[in-house]
T-cell receptor, first 117, second 112 residues
Framework: EAGVAQSPRYKIIEKRQSVAFWCNPI?????LYWYQQILGQGPKLLIQFQNNGVVDDSQLPKDRFSAERLKGVDSTLKIQPAKLEDSAVYLC???????????????FGPGTRLTVL | AQSVTQLGSHVSVSEGALVLLRCNYS??????LFWYVQYPNQGLQLLLKYTSAATLVKGINGFEAEFKKSETSFHLTKPSAHMSDAAEYFC??????????FGSGTQLTVLP
């Protein structure tokens, strides 16, 4: 079974530029998550989708970050414009349950390492 | 609110020695608890999870963790460390918020 795919793996941009990350979850997984992992910290949830809809985006900086999950499958996370403090690894995860329950096992992709200069 | 504290950002053990990684949680409702492992340049992989069944949970690669409500702890152990166990380990809690809240991680080094 293929895992969660993410691209690109690495991205370097200048501040104030825009960037987009792509995620393809495990086939059949209803719930998709985007996390931000700053160096030396644990992952922090940015946004959670169940199928097409947003379940939780309370920690997403909506003035610069946006995300969409068209057709309930793959997803794109965008930052526009980027700031220095956005340098981090962006992890995508998916889980099977349509309810996004607390016990669902989340399967993580390898992440995209973003460096903002 | 829910939170996790991992004591010790770096732990070193000798190969063959006991591994003990500490995790304490805070939650206003009964929690679900998880341990994930992250190898360099890879995503997180689930080691084990506690979902209110048995308090001693066995996971992959010989790891286990014990849920102790009185101590609000969920420490991760392995009787004998192997070189391949060197990685970063994250404890996480999911409770009323329904989302995973991660600790800041513990980097495990295994010395030959």
């Amino acid at each position: 079974e293929a895992g969660v795919a993410q691209s690109p793996r690495y991205k370097i941009i200048e501040k104030r530029q825009s960037v987009a990350f792509w995620c393809n979850p495990i086939s059949g997984h209803a719930t998709l998550y985007w996390y931000q992992q700053i160096l030396g910290q644990g992952p922090k949830l940015l946004i959670q989708f169940q199928n097409n809809g947003v379940v939780d985006d309370s920690q997403l900086p909506k003035d610069r970050f946006s995300a969409e999950r068209l057709k309930g499958v793959d997803s794109t996370l965008k930052i526009q414009p980027a700031k220095l403090e956005d340098s981090a690894v962006y992890l995508c995860a998916s889980s099977l349950g349509a309810s996004g329950g607390s016990t669902d096992t989340q399967y993580f992709g390898p992440g995209t390492r973003l460096t903002v200069l | 609110a829910q939170s996790v504290t991992q004591l010790g950002s770096h732990v070193s053990v000798s190969e063959g020695a006991l591994v003990l990684l500490r995790c304490n949680y805070s939650s206003s409702v009964p929690p679900y608890l998880f341990w994930y492992v992250q190898y360099p340049n890879q995503g997180l992989q689930l080691l084990l999870k506690y979902t209110s069944a048995a308090t001693l949970v066995k996971g992959i690669n010989g790891f286990e963790a014990e849920f102790k409500k009185s101590e609000t702890s969920f420490h991760l152990t392995k009787p004998s460390a192997h070189m391949s166990d060197a990685a970063e380990y994250f404890c996480a809690v999911s409770a009323a918020a329904r989302q995973l809240t991660f600790g800041s991680g513990t980097q495990l080094t295994v010395l030959p």
